[in-house]
């Protein structure tokens, strides 16, 4: 389900700090989203409910999971860029606020933070979700309600900040190395056909020779032999099927033609795709 809410001015305060919300939306990412800058005053709060993508912000490129929480505040540039299996789904908050410092300590963490990268800590979801059915529903004093929630939303956010004890976008840690292997086996299970060195790395949080290593320690064999691999599999499973031709797998597998696809498949299995199924159809 996709939800926007476009040309809103919700206010609401905080320490004397006054707020409007101008757009509030929950879309899923089928298509990367260009990079872009806010202006002065403007934050986006991004909160990712499922799926995988890639987060490009300020010259760094950061691994987006399920419960990645992220803000881009005035002139931070910051790209997206979605796993196309298995596409981002994200609350997204846009706020206006004057630049001026408050003497609430608290508060103006918020407002210094012109860019933030984490997981969520703070169980964030439910106020999305309140916000939206509010939003969508409409009921009585439903705007009034709405206010109050982006306030706690703030609060609850400022606090996500406490709990990394710092107020901008760490040097964030790759993930565990078992998450990091079940983010590489889904993408060459599912993207065998058109994953690159640079789009893993990106997954991963680390750099394409981090990623090379990685690989080699976990699985034993490079970028390019897995990914021959992972094709290779694929390839003798399509041509179980007699419907697909040779040039179809080709196509399916990534490869820029038939005969490029069989010369690859004979160096890897010792035999031609033909050959293979005529074998195979024996059985």
């Not at 997204?92 to 608290?106: D, P, S, V």
Request: aromatic share 12%; proline share 6%; with cysteine.
């Amino acid at each position: 389900m996709e939800l926007t809410f476009n040309g809103l001015n919700i206010p609401f305060s905080l320490e004397g700090v006054s707020f409007h919300a101008h757009s509030l939306s929950l879309d899923a990412f089928s298509v990367p989203l260009p990079g872009h800058r806010h202006g002065s005053g403007c934050y986006e709060i991004h909160y990712v409910t499922s799926g995988m993508g890639t987060l490009k912000l300020e010259g760094d490129t950061f691994s987006i999971i399920p419960n990645t929480l992220y803000v881009t505040g005035p002139k931070i540039y910051h790209e997206q860029i979605p796993n196309l299996q298995n596409p981002m789904r994200e609350y997204c908050i846009y706020l206006q606020t004057e630049q001026f410092r408050t003497r609430n300590a608290f508060l103006q963490k918020f407002l210094d933070t012109r860019k933030w990268f984490g997981q969520d800590t703070q169980g964030l979801l439910p106020l999305f979700e309140t916000m939206f059915l509010e939003l969508n529903r409409k009921p009585p004093c439903y705007l009034a309600k709405v206010s109050t929630l982006l306030s706690q939303l703030v609060i609850h956010l400022i606090r996500n900040y406490e709990f990394r004890r710092e107020n901008a976008v760490p040097e964030v840690s790759p993930p565990s190395p078992d998450s990091m292997s079940l983010i590489a086996e889904k993408c060459f299970l599912f993207e065998y056909a058109s994953i690159t060195l640079q789009e893993l790395a990106g997954r991963l949080g680390i750099s394409p020779r981090q990623t090379e290593r990685f690989l080699k320690k976990e699985y034993g064999e490079s970028f390019q032999q897995k990914k021959t691999h992972a094709r290779m599999a694929a390839a003798a499973s399509f041509l179980a099927d007699p419907s697909l031709s040779i040039t179809a797998i080709s196509d399916r597998l990534g490869y820029s033609s038939a005969e490029h696809f069989s010369h690859a498949f004979r160096n890897y299995y010792g035999v031609s795709p033909r050959q293979y199924r005529k074998d195979a159809a024996l059985f």
